[in-house]
């Protein structure tokens, strides 16, 4: 870091744009990079969101103001408030950077007034937008200097898909806290095999293929419990299921929990089958702490199990695959917790490493 210390970045204005705060691998990433830039750099760091939900951001003790939406983003009410908030900042903002589509293309319209802005927006699944959605993706993609995706993978499919040039993409992944290895050995008296999801209970996140991998284990091995960390629309509709699969007395709903890395010292293996991903936050705590993991292929899950080597990533995420996987997991006593592979997520994916990459990219806008 001491090329930082030799660098004079008073001037530089940073406003960053999102949504909200919400339980989210983007905004806790967001959340992450501006403690990291307040603590290290004098750049001015300001936010804009889209909805009252500050949440943690408040925390940051920087200045924060609201976009007001209409009905639909496209409205007048929208373009009246980006117009309100523009004229705070006099056209004297360095850098616009912003996260996922929605905020991506109110971006984009705050750079059109305010021209000398430069404007880095970050795109983090494999979402193939239709409609209106698509609208703003290609807008915010022609708009934008410079686009960040947390997946290797992802270069290739943007710039496939969307139509991105190469020298546009760039690769900063997500990081983990100092403090996410811990409990290498598992903090439990619980004599079960204790499989964890940590994610939204959303079509995407195939908790539905897991429930019936795991019913499909359960026949074969009875000291095994599931775990489900987090909520969503889809919660009733798989309650229902576990218990038309009748594995009711095994799976725990925790909801959303502030204290996931406790549950996950208590866990045995992490498995995340979800159809889409780009780097999920959930798989690189679980990674961190020494935990088994079993993951689909899609995202920087291969990535990151390649760099851990300690896990398995599936052909695919079918009830029939994922439930080979937990039993041979199982059979194997591959559960055990990896002192080396929560080492070299650790030093891979530390956040002095993304902030470092951070700092790189708004050199080349600065």
Not at 102 to 110: D, P
Not at 334 to 360: G, L, Q, V, W
Request: some cysteine; hydrophobic content about 40%.
């Amino acid at each position: 870091m001491n090329k930082l210390k030799n660098k004079n970045y008073n001037n530089v204005r940073i406003l960053f744009l999102i949504g909200s705060y919400q339980i989210g691998g983007a905004e806790l990433h967001l959340y992450k990079l501006i403690r990291e830039l307040k603590n290290q750099i004098d750049f001015s760091i300001e936010l804009i969101l889209l909805s009252n939900e500050f949440g943690r951001y408040k925390e940051l003790d920087i200045p924060i103001y609201k976009i007001r939406t209409g009905k639909h983003l496209i409205s007048i009410k929208t373009f009246l408030s980006i117009l309100n908030i523009s004229r705070k900042f006099r056209g004297n903002v360095t850098i616009i950077h912003s996260f996922l589509n929605e905020a991506n293309f109110i971006a984009s319209v705050l750079k059109a007034v305010m021209p000398k802005t430069k404007l880095v927006i970050s795109k983090r699944n494999q979402d193939n937008w239709t409609g209106i959605q698509k609208f703003y993706a290609w807008v915010s993609n022609n708009m934008a200097e410079l686009i960040t995706v947390n997946a290797r993978s992802l270069i290739d499919w943007f710039h496939k898909e969307e139509k991105i040039p190469y020298c546009k993409i760039h690769y900063l992944p997500n990081a983990i806290e100092k403090d996410s290895i811990r409990n290498i050995n598992k903090y439990s008296n619980n004599d079960k095999i204790v499989f964890i999801n940590v994610a939204s209970l959303t079509p995407k996140k195939a908790q539905k293929n897991l429930l019936e991998a795991f019913a499909i284990t359960s026949k074969t091995y009875d000291n095994i419990e599931l775990w489900l960390v987090g909520d969503g629309p889809l919660k009733q509709e798989l309650e229902y299921l576990s218990s038309e699969l009748k594995i009711s007395k095994y799976v725990n709903w925790f909801g959303i929990r502030n204290d996931v890395k406790k549950l996950l010292s208590k866990s045995d293996v992490f498995i995340l089958p979800s159809h889409k991903e780009g780097m999920s936050n959930a798989l690189l705590e679980a990674a961190s702490s020494g935990l088994f993991c079993i993951v689909n292929d899609t995202g920087s899950n291969k990535e990151i199990i390649k760099e851990s080597q300690h896990g398995f990533v599936m052909e695919n995420n079918n009830p029939d695959t994922i439930a080979d996987d937990m039993q041979t997991t199982i059979k194997n006593k591959m559960y055990f917790r990896s002192e080396k592979a929560a080492s070299r997520i650790k030093k891979t994916y530390s956040t002095a490493n993304m902030f470092s990459m951070y700092i790189d990219l708004y050199n080349q806008l600065i």
